[in-house]
Every structure is written in C-alpha cells, then in structure tokens.
C-alpha cells in the first residue's frame, strides 16, 4: 500500500504515534498478565517500525 502525505500531514502522524507509544510503554509496565505485556510489547515494536520508517521519510524529503 502506498499512501502520500504532506509534510504537515507526516509530522501530525509522528507526534500522535509518539504519544501513543509513550502511552503504550506506560501500559507495558503496569500490566501484570503476562499475556497481554506481550501482546502490548508486539504494538509497540510496530510502532517503532512505523516511526522509523516515516522518520526517515521525513528525512528524504527535506
């Protein structure tokens, strides 16, 4: 999938899955079921994944 943005557009996207993994971290560590830590650890390596991949989109574009 393909999907263009704006410069505006990815720095919105970035702030708001910053926020969100930041969120998700906060979660990770007060979750006693290890089930679900694990689950919550998967999310948050996938956001990582995004996050780097639209930082270096962003760094192409400049």
Not at 5 to 24: F, G, N, P, Y
Request: charged fraction near 35%; avoid cysteine; glycine fraction near 4%.
């Amino acid at each position: 999938m393909e999907l263009r943005l704006t410069e505006s557009e990815v720095q919105l996207l970035l702030d708001m899955l910053h926020a969100d993994r930041k969120t998700l971290l906060m979660e990770i560590a007060r979750t006693d079921n290890r089930a679900m830590r694990e689950g919550l650890k998967r999310r948050e390596e996938l956001l990582k994944g995004i996050l780097h991949r639209l930082g270096s989109t962003m760094l192409k574009a400049s």
